[in-house]
């Protein structure tokens, strides 16, 4: 049996196109979690504000304003537990320029801190789509019940960074 030239090209371009198109069917994208902001807790030990000492910090509820347009509930709270911790992971807003964190300690005594960032979408692959990361973040404001005072240590948030990107000074 004898192909034809045009028969040869025809049969070779359909395999290569089969080749290619099949190439991206068995990609898989490997889970990488959501940028977070990493948040960590201390308190100055002298007057001068040079020293500084590791705390923990219990909260009743920790919620975002303008993550969701009902008041917060009991489990939307980033914080699960009266129990003290260290630290905290907080995601930031994937359509806004800014976010706003309450941190509840007790009844009377609420703080308020609020964030702005660039938002930075990038492709990461075929099968993954775009992911987002947050650069130049900045505090704008924050109130002082038990906050002294807010520090941003790493200005960009990506989910490589393992750092704290904030910290927080209680009184």
Same mark, same amino acid.
């Given at each position: 049996?004898?192909?034809?030239?045009?028969?040869?090209?025809?049969?070779?371009?359909?395999?290569?196109?089969?080749?290619?198109?099949?190439?991206? =069917?068995?990609?898989?994208?490997?889970? %990488?979690? /959501?940028?977070?902001? @990493?948040?960590?807790?201390? @308190?100055?030990?002298?007057?001068?504000?040079?020293?500084?000492?590791? !705390?923990? !910090?219990?909260?009743? +509820?920790?919620?975002?304003?303008?993550?969701?347009?009902?008041?917060?509930?009991? /489990? /939307?709270?980033? !914080?699960?537990?009266? #129990?003290? &911790?260290?630290?905290? @992971? &907080?995601?930031?807003?994937?359509?806004?320029?800014?976010?706003?964190? =309450?941190?509840?300690? /007790?009844?009377?005594? *609420?703080?308020?801190?609020?964030?702005?960032?660039?938002?930075?979408?990038?492709? @990461? $692959?075929?099968?993954?789509?775009?992911?987002?990361?947050?650069?130049?973040?900045? %505090? &704008?404001? +924050?109130?002082?019940?038990?906050?002294?005072?807010?520090?941003?240590?790493?200005? $960009?948030? *990506?989910?490589? *960074? *393992?750092? #704290?990107? =904030?910290? &927080?000074?209680?009184?």
């Amino acid at each position: 049996m004898r192909f034809t030239p045009l028969f040869l090209r025809t049969s070779c371009w359909l395999l290569v196109i089969f080749v290619f198109l099949n190439a991206c =069917v068995g990609e898989e994208c490997e889970t %990488v979690s /959501d940028p977070v902001m @990493r948040v960590s807790f201390a @308190r100055f030990i002298d007057a001068e504000r040079t020293e500084e000492q590791a !705390v923990t !910090v219990a909260f009743k +509820h920790i919620y975002g304003i303008g993550a969701n347009p009902q008041p917060p509930r009991k /489990d /939307d709270s980033l !914080v699960r537990s009266k #129990a003290a &911790i260290a630290g905290l @992971r &907080i995601p930031l807003s994937q359509v806004n320029d800014m976010s706003t964190f =309450v941190f509840v300690r /007790d009844s009377l005594a *609420n703080d308020t801190i609020f964030f702005t960032y660039t938002r930075k979408p990038y492709f @990461r $692959s075929q099968a993954c789509g775009f992911e987002m990361e947050f650069e130049n973040l900045r %505090v &704008i404001k +924050h109130s002082r019940q038990n906050i002294d005072t807010v520090l941003v240590t790493q200005p $960009s948030v *990506n989910a490589q *960074n *393992n750092n #704290a990107n =904030v910290k &927080i000074y209680f009184d």
